[in-house]
């Protein structure tokens, strides 16, 4: 097919952060080289979400089924193309699924719809005005110099830093026998420079402005909704990567509020936990899980009891695979 033809469509999970997700909307809707299709899917958000989406005709009314996923399409046209519109297409899950639910759902329903190639991104990311076209025009110079399937991904900068060099998550390095490379942690674009080769770094932050297509579902299959949050991206990626090339397009800008380290709480569960099931991904697992479990039990007593148990919980449901959402942890 010829890759004009090709269709595009952005899957954006959100969950209580209206304003946020406007803004994302807004860099979306005003991209240089637009979408066909936006996908909000809206982890049954209580701030409003949808009331403001539809107080600014972004999405169609729903039918009253807060007890069941539900879904509308709207046509919107696009600023300064009074002749070009997109479909946004909203999906309100029927409970928060986190994340990994809505990538889940997200994935499916666009693969489903027919759209080769798919840009995944949290409700709190911006995207620079020209970041689709660069990604385009980079996939095309791949196809063209037969490159083997691949992943691309936008350079995910810090938002609170004018520089565009500071990054919101660290790039790593692949080792020698393809695994991450321990301990290498790069936050700044000026760091890699040397290991850049024709405007691509070998490395991606999933789900922070990923840009896939449409075979990867095929090949890899969806994000695992049973880690509900907290390494479902990872997972993924190490999925994927053992199939496909991946690349940041270092010149696709996004930006992302600045990574910060979350306080102890019901988070901790789903992050100890779901990393024992990521760690099986890599070499020296047993070294991984002890290394985690050494870590997170530390950390769990600097808690008192109720600490531990959450971290003992965590390690024994970890090493055993049991994934789901436990609604016995959340507060």
């Known amino acids: 097919?010829?890759?004009?033809?090709?269709?595009?469509?952005?899957?954006?999970?959100?969950?209580?952060?209206?304003?946020?997700?406007?803004?994302?909307?807004?860099?979306?809707?005003?991209?240089?080289?637009?979408?066909?299709?936006?996908?909000?899917?809206?982890?049954h958000s209580t701030d409003g979400s949808y009331d403001f989406l539809l107080g600014r005709k972004?999405?169609?009314?729903?039918?009253?089924?807060?007890?069941?996923?539900?879904?509308?399409?709207?046509?919107?046209?696009?600023?300064?193309l009074p002749d070009r519109r997109l479909e946004v297409h909203y999906l309100r899950m029927p409970e928060n699924t986190g994340c990994a639910g809505?990538?889940?759902?997200?994935?499916?329903?666009?693969?489903?719809?027919?759209?080769?190639?798919?840009?995944?991104?949290?409700?709190?990311?911006?995207?620079?005005?020209?970041?689709?076209?660069?990604?385009?025009?980079?996939?095309?110079?791949?196809?063209?110099?037969?490159?083997?399937?691949?992943?691309?991904?936008?350079?995910?900068?810090?938002?609170?830093?004018?520089?565009?060099?500071?990054?919101?998550?660290?790039?790593?390095?692949?080792?020698?026998?393809?695994?991450?490379?321990?301990g290498v942690y790069h936050w700044r674009l000026s760091e890699v420079q040397d290991k850049v080769q024709d405007g691509l770094y070998r490395w991606i932050c999933p789900f922070n402005g990923t840009f896939i297509p449409v075979r990867v579902v095929t090949e890899v299959g969806l994000p695992n909704k049973e880690f509900f949050i907290e390494g479902e991206e990872k997972d993924f990626f190490w999925r994927a990567a053992r199939r496909f090339d991946v690349y940041t397009v270092v010149s696709s800008r996004v930006f992302h509020p600045p990574f910060r380290k979350g306080t102890f709480g019901w988070k901790q569960y789903y992050l100890i936990r779901n990393m024992f099931v990521v760690n099986r991904h890599f070499n020296f697992t047993a070294l991984r899980n002890l290394k985690l479990m050494v870590l997170s039990?530390?950390?769990?007593?600097?808690?008192?009891?109720?600490?531990?148990?959450?971290?003992?919980r965590a390690i024994r449901d970890g090493l055993a695979g049991r994934l789901g959402k436990r609604d016995d942890i959340h507060p």
């Open 297 to 312: 039990l530390a950390r769990g007593l600097r808690h008192g009891r109720p600490g531990l148990a959450l971290v003992v």
């Open 102 to 182: 809505g990538f889940h759902e997200g994935l499916k329903r666009a693969a489903e719809a027919g759209f080769h190639w798919l840009w995944l991104m949290d409700d709190d990311l911006r995207t620079a005005p020209d970041a689709l076209e660069v990604l385009v025009q980079k996939k095309r110079t791949l196809e063209a110099g037969r490159y083997g399937p691949f992943i691309l991904n936008c350079a995910v900068l810090s938002k609170d830093r004018a520089d565009n060099d500071r990054l919101a998550f660290p790039l790593q390095e692949f080792s020698a026998s393809g695994n991450p490379r321990i």
């Open 1 to 43: 097919m010829d890759s004009a033809q090709e269709k595009i469509a952005a899957v954006i999970v959100t969950y209580n952060r209206k304003n946020l997700l406007g803004e994302c909307l807004d860099s979306l809707l005003g991209q240089s080289y637009p979408l066909d299709a936006i996908y909000v899917v809206d982890n």
């Open 58 to 80: 972004l999405i169609s009314p729903l039918e009253d089924s807060n007890d069941q996923l539900a879904e509308t399409v709207r046509p919107v046209p696009l600023p300064g």
